[in-house]
């Protein structure tokens, strides 16, 4: 806070900023109005129930009949879909394979050999095809 001078250094100006007409903002508030239901030739009519709905509604069915369909997605979507069936079809056997060739324990030549041995296993008795010169 300043301290009481009697007298000025200079006089009081008052800043005044012009507002000039801008044609642009113009035309966005007038667009704004429109689609908010409110045009400048209903400005002085009364607020019907459902008008605004039915505003956007029309401004919808008019975007959608400007833009032009687009085919060429479903048909991607098709063949995207179609290349997932097959490789799934092709590949769940080899996968469901390799999880029962993971789950059963594969015993190798070498550790059958080397059993330990069961004197009240059955002898198996082998003809002997050696000749002796």
Request: net charge positive; with cysteine.
């Amino acid at each position: 806070m300043g301290l009481f001078s009697p007298a000025k250094k200079h006089a009081n100006q008052f800043r005044y900023t012009p507002r000039f007409y801008d044609p642009e903002r113009e035309r966005r508030e007038q667009r704004r109005r429109e689609l908010h239901g409110r045009s400048s030739h209903s400005d002085g009519a009364e607020y019907t129930p459902g008008e605004y709905l039915r505003t956007m509604r029309d401004a919808r069915r008019l975007s959608n009949t400007e833009r032009p369909k687009r085919q060429g997605s479903s048909i991607v979507v098709w063949l995207l879909l179609s290349v997932l069936l097959l490789g799934l079809f092709v590949l769940a056997p080899r996968i469901a394979g390799l999880f029962t060739s993971m789950q059963t324990p594969q015993c190798s030549q070498q550790q059958m050999e080397y059993e330990e041995f069961n004197p009240y296993a059955p002898i198996t008795i082998v003809p002997n095809d050696y000749k002796e010169e």
